[in-house]
């Protein structure tokens, strides 16, 4: 058995199993730390905690052994020292101080014991291990922080995006943690972030607010951060957002709301580059990971496209989509890796959603999908040019399925490559791909595959457009796509013709 080291801390280990297994093993193995067993999982990636900064240690799994070397750090606080008489009532100031009186290089430990909180700020060069028992509890009162502007200009700059919702800037809540032009930080450990929004108006009143909702964890235009091992639930919207920041990596997480709660993501890359997300558990709301990069006002000022992201050895487990990409996408998507994940109970595997007016620098391309397991998965793919978003998304503008010119305003989609893949007990159909007449899908290629449709399956709409039927036990739709690649595909079980193509430039099957 081969592993790889995925991340080193001062107090963690984070390794990956170097196989072909999806998500997991069949069988249970030992994960041994000085010769004596510290874990037994069937994971590919799990995390040792708990461990001593600057100290040497031997990792065995299976007949490999890996010699590591924790990092060090220049002093090692504890909130536990910074509390305040009240302990309990609002722990805010408490733990901010103890964040700013770590030093460069240190390690502030979060210790066991419930934390209520409105909102925390990170600085640069720090780790904080939050302890096996130690829980942040968000406030759920929405006086208790304040409004920010979405954006700040000055002349002859760029603008200043402080806060945005869905691809624009708005004016937003600060975060249960926030991360402002901060660098070099980890958040590590076995603890749990609680946005307790279940009790608050966050769930309740939704569409009477006139700003962005809080995340668990914000980041914006920071850079080598590292998130492992941590819990996250009951978030008051989107779960972790990272905002223009590059060099990211987000491992063993677990993301967890309530399937009926109102856009909890779990994870909204947006205009990063550099993103790691590998040994992550999903079970949302909304969508487990939706990667953007703004709408189209962000992706002319910015030009900053989501790029060069991994997610490998996740585990979707209920949610809108398990890996979804826009609608949100002015400055475009590009180098996308997506392999060895299992997606359940999720109504869309693939989804992608972009529309008339997302701009000329919208352009999804070069996206891999490759050893995907799917389970019980409504629709397993959908790329939609139609999704009726934002306020005139149901407009003829937008909505019309006759040619209009090409523009300022046309978005794109280039080639998709999707390989050994399962999918099994589809419902709605197996893959619904609609392009713009004036701007077609590219490629889509489907490799070394497996599709069966669920024999009970319940009619529903494969997307979000105007027009579109229920349908059930379908196979493959084409519309407006350049070229479609089948090569050792097999498909059982749909209604009718297993691919089904309009306005298709080529079909090899």
């Known amino acids: 058995m081969s592993f790889d080291i995925l991340c080193l801390t001062p107090t963690s280990i984070t390794y990956e199993l170097r196989n072909d297994a999806i998500y997991e093993i069949e069988e249970e ?33 299976g007949n490999e052994t890996k010699s590591v070397h924790t990092p060090p750090v220049s002093y090692v606080l504890h909130s536990s020292d910074f509390l305040l008489e009240t302990r309990g009532e609002d722990d805010t100031l408490a733990l901010q101080t103890a964040i700013m009186a770590t030093p460069k290089g240190g ?6 014991g419930d934390y209520r909180v409105t909102a925390l700020f990170l600085k640069s060069h720090i780790t904080i291990e939050f302890a096996k028992g130690a829980r942040l509890l968000g406030s759920t009162k929405k006086e208790d922080t304040p409004i920010g502007k979405g954006e700040y200009l000055s002349e002859g700059k760029l603008p200043l995006e402080v806060f945005a919702w869905e691809g624009a800037p708005f ?43 809080p995340r668990l964890l914000f980041l914006n ?39 009926d709660s109102p ?43 989501c790029s060069r992201v991994e997610i490998r050895n996740c585990f979707m487990n209920e949610g809108h989509g398990a890996v979804v990409l826009g609608s949100e996408a002015g400055a475009g998507l590009k180098d996308l890796r997506i392999e060895r994940c299992l ?13 008339r007016g997302r701009g000329k620098d919208s352009v999804i391309d070069n996206v891999t999908f490759s050893r995907i397991r799917m389970d019980n998965v409504l629709t397993p793919f959908t790329i ?66 497996v599709f069966t449709v669920k024999k009970d399956a319940k009619p529903g709409k494969p997307a979000m457009l105007c027009g579109v039927e229920d349908m059930a036990k ?32 080529e079909v090899v099957a």
């Open 343 to 355: 997606f359940r109970h999720t109504d869309r595997g693939l989804r992608i959603k972009s529309r």
């Open 107 to 112: 390690l502030l430990v979060i210790d066991p």
């Open 171 to 213: 004016p937003g809540k600060p975060s249960l943690i926030n991360g402002f032009e901060v660098e070099d930080v980890t958040l590590v450990g076995e603890g749990l972030l609680d946005g307790q929004a279940e009790d608050s108006p966050y769930w309740t009143d939704v569409k009477t607010m006139p700003y962005a909702r």
């Open 29 to 61: 193995y030992g994960v041994f730390l000085d010769g004596k067993e510290m874990l037994r999982t069937k994971r590919n990636v799990a995390t040792l905690f708990s461990l001593t900064p600057d100290r040497d240690y031997v990792l065995q799994i």
């Open 474 to 505: 379908q196979g493959f739709l084409f519309e407006n796509v350049g070229k479609v690649l089948f090569h050792n595909v097999s498909i059982e079980g749909q209604d009718g013709k297993p691919i089904n193509a309009v306005n298709v430039g």
């Open 384 to 449: 939609n040019m139609f999704y009726f978003c934002d306020p005139d998304g149901k407009s003829e503008e937008v909505q019309s399925r006759l040619p209009r010119p090409v523009d300022e305003t046309t978005p794109r989609l280039g080639r998709f490559l999707f390989r050994d893949i399962v999918a099994t007990d589809a419902e709605i159909a197996l893959g619904y791909f609609i392009g713009l007449p004036e701007s077609p899908i590219g490629e889509i290629e489907i490799r070394d595959s």
């Open 221 to 259: 235009r920071s850079k080598d951060i590292r998130v492992v091992g941590l819990s996250f639930r009951n978030t008051p919207c989107w779960t972790i957002h990272p905002y223009f920041s590059d060099h990211l990596g987000f491992y063993d997480l677990y993301i967890e709301n309530p399937k």
């Open 263 to 305: 856009n909890t993501d779990g994870m909204d890359p947006e205009a990063c580059d550099d993103v790691k997300i590998v040994g992550v558990r999903f079970s949302v709301g909304d969508d487990c990971i939706a990667l953007k990069s703004g709408k189209i006002y962000i992706g002319k000022t910015f030009r900053k496209p």
